[in-house]
């Protein structure tokens, strides 16, 4: 009896505690991912020294943002979550934080920039929730920089 009482309570307190982000999942969407995320796939086109990169817009209560780093950065330093959430950036090696609005003009709605590409080659597109949530789901980088690096590959 007291066992079942026990039970209840704590399934109860199990089911209503806050995730915070619990169920969150980074992604950092590269060339070598992009297939696995069509969604946030960018497209981005370079000529001469500007890069221009447009990403589909998903309506929500998640923002975008332009992250410039004073490098290029590897994928276990694109998690800016905690740059975002607490807004401090100082001794971070970010430069610029810049929130993004889409373009409605197009057919569908986009994300549009376009960067000088010496600027591009440590600029990442990042999106989040703009501060501490209590579901979960993806949370993602652009890294602008895998991109351009593969077409000089090419």
Partial sequence: MLRSRLTVPLILLLVTFPAFGIFSEFVSISPANEKSHQDMRPTIKSK?????????????????????????????????REVIWSGNFVNSGIVLIAPLGYHFQEKKPAIQIV??????????IYYDYPKSIYDGGFYYTIDIPSYLQKHVSR
């Fill in 48 to 80: 001469d020294d500007a890069v221009a990169v447009s990403i589909p817009y998903i309506e929500g209560k998640q923002k975008y943002w332009l992250i410039v780093s004073d490098k290029m950065l590897p994928t276990q330093k694109q998690n800016f």
């Fill in 115 to 124: 960067l000088p590409r010496a600027l591009a080659m440590h600029s990442y």
